[in-house]
């Protein structure tokens, strides 16, 4: 141990008891006991049936629940925000102006939004165990691909576009499940605010808390054209609930990494998350500056910007809290008395004994081809929607003639329907803003890998960036949907032929993009997946079943209750108000309210006192905007939208202590609906009249 | 130790042996044995003398050296770019397209910049010690600055301008040396090629090579408005030195850490790079975006882009250096072996044993006011001109009134010429320019600090940063250099009547700045001088007194040989050739060669046979810049201009096996001003004609 390390562990207790809320757990296993004890309630079937089936997942990494039996959806707007932005022009902002559908009619269409809702879960393990058995790196990731994608494939079925199925590895790949959803591919808007008070404090007061914001939007799933019936959807309870009333939290969390053995944070700590860190620092630097340069530039990159600006905050609480030696040390203590627990055992150490040490040597490999990873195969050398239609045009042409078994995972049956969305999309592409940010990617590109790597020469040549860029995006026909629906229905033929610019570009890095990504998923994740198994399995040993799996992206269900914590030894209470939003405004962006609330003030419809936003100790985490916050009757409370800053670390260790979900009140949500935005049609339609 | 580590120090052996180039000596310390063994040359006085007359050291932080008799002063193209853009307009760019005096009477003055040549060193740790003896924190640092102060003042005399006194901290605190130089403060620009060569490859190319730049420019210092005469010079021979060959670089190698302790290495490797790291990388986008915006703007900016460039690859390969474990270990190593030394003596352990605890609970202190201190007392929060001139004017007139010996440090006597020329320099200040930096840094002050930070409150109220940027600007009267001379001469009422917007800036948030640096003096940099003072004593005792200080811009002289090394097991050779260049060239910046070098090509008379850059094992570090490379003839054979990438872990160790240091050949030098520019009155000046 290292000295200011031994120094603090020395010096300080680590009061790490009592973890009487923590947990993302599936809906199958949900921890009764302890539930009952913390929250005194223990959730029938009916309840969890209700739970799964209200509970909505969108399509890009956010949650959202069914709010009337019309399949209406509430979610927060920065999960709407993307479709917001595409259905926005130069001349009518809804960004900025917000957005109300008068009629049912007037809703618009989210050109590449899908929202699925949980139908079904089936324990596939034993089909997984028994087809990758004995076998390691390579030979492990294809046999696994190959089983999953069948897996995936037989429980689609027909039609295609309605279901949709993913085997989902639990506990690093302790377990296999396979989820079925139904897929909801025509989403409209209903209604959004607008951004300065849906992200009112921007990115200073994101993850923070007090917090003033309306970070909501009502979505709408229609089938055949019409809005869609659903038969459960949670109502909404105007009243919330009481501070240290019991609150459930139904979403689907992205990724934690509680699981991760040491060398894993090693990697993360030293390599991942300082790299990345780096890399998007200097990007939101030069978009924030692009934005600066006029309104229409704002505009176009505020999304982009957004969520560059969010990922950071994220990753820097992350890396805090694999900077803290207290964590490190617990997380250390942990892994220390699972190894003694399993080196006691002879069987148990034949079996997994040797787990952590290839995992430890798999990060070397991922150390190794970080960059070349990320810039050729992951994206970072070609900031450009149209290079990202370019390749996956290119690659489903190689991919779709294959077997699904042996296609890349994205090509499997089970997800063409999303892939196909997006690139069929009509959302705009806006040329400068290509040029931008494809001039800057190779810049990076050329930086990270030399200006002597094979293929920065072959991407660049003799020219700069700057050329390259404006050359490939003067001369694409990628913006045209009918020439991107062409080569996606076209095939091989077809894009073999063509001679576009990005496909030329996609072409000529493909061999060695896909070589980064087999060299990564058979001598990494495989590694990694192959050997957490093993150390899931002694976890079992040790502990029982009675363990949370990390979050991947699949409905979890957290409990808490409506709690303030202590911050620099001072309280910090619960509860804000829509009063107090008002003392918080400066009239300058990002503090500057919107016109519409200074009306509602001004005309005494708007209730100062109502309360705004709260907090919960809730165990949530990133994919968890947009999730209902319900009560024990199943109502909504409240509407997740951010966690605050202690809420980070908890992507390696939940501490009721201080992790905190910060929701939008669903009192605050009626309340404005009626009196800022003459929406009471949908206040009516979600409370169930 | 941790996993990954763990496992990788029982794979790896850990070559360190057989650092025979090691060390940036100090003059009056000389490892003869070392040097004669390693380069079979050991150093008379009479050669030591000359080395320490011809040697210069650059007010910005770089090195130079005395090229003839009438005081040309050969340094690189990058140590005098800042002298150069400030001589540039809008109409006349001579970064782009270079500047050559035809006569000394068109030689150019630069605005700001000192030009220092080391007189005489004295040994003056006992008067430090016994003012600070049985002292700590806060009366630790009153004591040691008061003392300093005294010497300095005494030392420097009459008439200061050409006298300039520094007590060095030499071992980290274990000895003090005053160091009397002879000051010239007309410093006049007589070369300079254009930049596409001087940084030819430019970003990418950087601390790489093979490498082919002319990093070179000449500079004049003058007296009395005449070229100064100089006793002492070294001769330029243009056939360099031969691979092999022994080689010393004589210069100002600006900080190394290679003696701090695990605790402040931890601090660096956790805390203050990846923090600064992410900070510079964001505002490296930022100005990368402005400088797209048009020719002026990317004109304007560039000599701070650079800077930031240039600081983000140094830093990232000094994160790299500590996050790899080998150095770590082998660091732990060092320092453990150390401690148990001291722990068996009881003398040693009753007076050394705690000053590692010590270090490691300042570095907790230093965590602690971390980005409060960098933002508003270190600059971060304030990037402008304006405030730079505000604050030096507002501090001057408190500082300047109390006795030297209490003073700021920057405000003491000696250092106070300095300061003077800084603030009234000529240099253009734009606008504009500064509208956007200061509008960035505001936005960073209130992300580091929150918007609810009383300081940020106070600089912001209700506005955003760019309405407070604007408006600052707009209305100072700080670009006019007849306000800032009469606030500097006005003293304290002058300054105390001003109502300008950036003199009120400084005003407000001085009191939180002072108190800010008063705690990192006292209660960090203070503990840690005392304690590493005691810890150097402990090395004295171990290993006696041939060991070198880390660096602090003072002359040191390191010894090596022109030789290659082995990449990735293929073999660098040490030269380059100007053919070599054209090869390289892609016609794009940073690629691009000017126009003068395909003319010389053309019409024949470039040898492109000729030795361009070379590498040598000379232990160098930042602020070798411009360093002279000589024989043991002390003739320039090369000069100094970067380190290869695996220099930058010189910060925490010397690497002979790939540490290297990168020169433009004498041969390169004398070829291009003769054949490429006219300049062979130069060329001829330097070659003693």
Redesign the interface.
């Known amino acids: 141990?290292?000295?200011?390390?031994a120094?603090?562990a020395a010096t300080l207790l680590l009061p790490l008891a009592g973890f009487a809320a923590e947990g993302m757990w599936t809906l199958d296993n949900l921890p009764a006991k302890a539930m009952q004890k913390s929250v005194g309630f223990t959730p029938d079937a009916a309840w969890v049936n209700k739970v799964m089936q209200s509970s909505a997942r969108l399509g890009n990494g956010c949650s959202g629940s069914f709010v009337s039996k019309d399949g209406l959806v509430l979610t927060n707007h920065h999960c709407a925000r993307n479709c917001i932005q595409e259905l926005s022009t130069a001349k009518a902002d809804l960004i900025k102006d917000g957005f109300l559908a008068k009629t049912r009619e007037a809703e618009l269409r989210c050109p590449a939004l899908e929202i699925n809702r949980l139908e079904e879960i089936t324990d596939v393990s034993a089909k997984v165990d028994a087809a990758t058995k004995g076998k390691t790196g390579e030979a492990f990731a294809k046999a696994k691909k190959a089983e999953i994608a069948a897996l995936e494939s037989t429980c689609t079925g027909t039609p295609k576009t309605a279901r949709k199925c993913e085997v989902v590895t639990l506990y690093q790949g302790g377990r296999y499940h396979l989820y079925r959803y139904h897929r909801f591919d025509d989403v409209r808007l209903a209604f959004a605010p607008e951004e300065a008070i849906a992200f009112f404090?921007g990115?200073?007061?994101n993850f923070?808390f007090p917090r003033f914001d309306l970070d909501m939007s009502l979505l709408r799933v229609y089938e055949n054209d019409a809005p869609a019936k659903v038969a459960s959807f949670f109502p909404l309870k105007p009243e919330g609930a009481a501070e240290g009333e019991a609150t459930f939290i139904t979403g689907h969390p992205g990724s934690t990494q509680r699981d991760l053995?040491?060398?894993q944070l090693?990697?993360l700590r030293?390599?991942a998350l300082?790299q990345r860190?780096?890399?998007s620092?200097?990007?939101?630097?030069?978009?924030?500056?692009?934005r600066?340069?006029g309104a229409e530039q704002s505009r176009v990159a505020t999304d982009d910007f957004f969520g560059i600006e969010n990922g950071l905050k994220v990753r820097?609480g992350q890396?805090e809290a694999l900077?803290d030696p207290e964590v490190f040390a617990f997380k250390?203590q942990q892994?220390t008395e699972l190894r003694a627990y399993v080196n006691k055992n002879a069987k148990l150490k034949k079996d997994y004994g040797s787990a952590?040490?290839e995992i430890?040597?798999a990060?070397?490999t991922a150390r190794n081809i970080y960059w070349e990873h990320r810039m050729l195969e992951g994206g970072n050398g070609f900031y450009s929607k149209y290079f990202d239609a370019a390749r996956t045009v290119l690659r489903a042409a190689e991919e779709r003639a294959k077997p699904n078994a042996e296609r890349l995972e994205e090509f499997g049956d089970a997800r063409l329907p999303q892939l196909e969305q997006h690139l069929l999309s009509t959302a705009p592409v806006y040329p400068e803003y290509e040029k931008?940010t494809l001039a800057?990617s190779l810049?990076k590109l050329?930086?990270y890998l030399?200006?002597d790597h094979p293929m920065v020469k072959a991407v660049l040549?003799?020219?700069?960036p700057?050329?390259v860029a404006a050359r490939l995006v003067d001369g694409t026909k990628l913006g045209d949907l009918a020439t991107r629906k062409a080569l996606w229905e076209g095939g091989k033929k077809a894009v073999d032929e063509s001679r576009d610019p990005f496909i030329e570009l996609a072409r000529k890095v493909d061999g060695a993009a896909r070589a980064l990504r087999k060299t990564y998923e058979d001598e990494v994740k495989a590694v990694e997946t192959k050997n957490a198994g093993k150390i899931a399995a002694a976890r079992f040993a040790l502990k029982g079943t009675s363990v949370y799996p990390d979050a991947t992206f699949t409905l979890r269900l957290s409990f808490g209750q409506v709690k303030g914590w202590e911050e620099k030894g001072k309280p910090v209470t619960p509860f804000t108000t829509i009063g107090g939003t008002f003392e918080r405004e400066?009239?300058?962006?990002p503090?500057a309210l919107p016109k519409s609330w200074f009306t509602a003030r001004d005309n005494g419809s708007l209730n100062l006192s109502q309360p705004f936003n709260f907090v919960s100790t809730n165990d949530i985490i990133g994919g968890n905007s947009g999730s209902p916050v319900i009560n024990k009757q199943a109502q909504i409370v409240g509407l997740v939208f951010d966690g605050n800053i202690r809420s980070l670390g908890g992507a390696y260790w939940y501490d009721e202590r201080s992790n905190r979900a910060v929701s939008v009140h669903s009192g605050a949500i009626s309340e404005t609906l009626r009196t800022v935005y003459g929406a009471g049609v949908l206040a009516d339609e979600m409370a169930g009249h």
């Open positions: 141990m290292n000295a200011l390390r120094w603090l404090g990115d200073p007061d923070n053995t040491m060398a090693e990697f030293d390599v300082p860190l780096m890399l620092s200097e990007y939101r630097g030069y978009l924030a500056r692009y600066t340069e820097k890396l900077q250390k892994e952590w040490d430890a040597k990060q070397i931008a800057y810049t050329r930086e030399s200006p040549g003799k020219d700069s700057e050329t400066t009239g300058a962006d503090f």
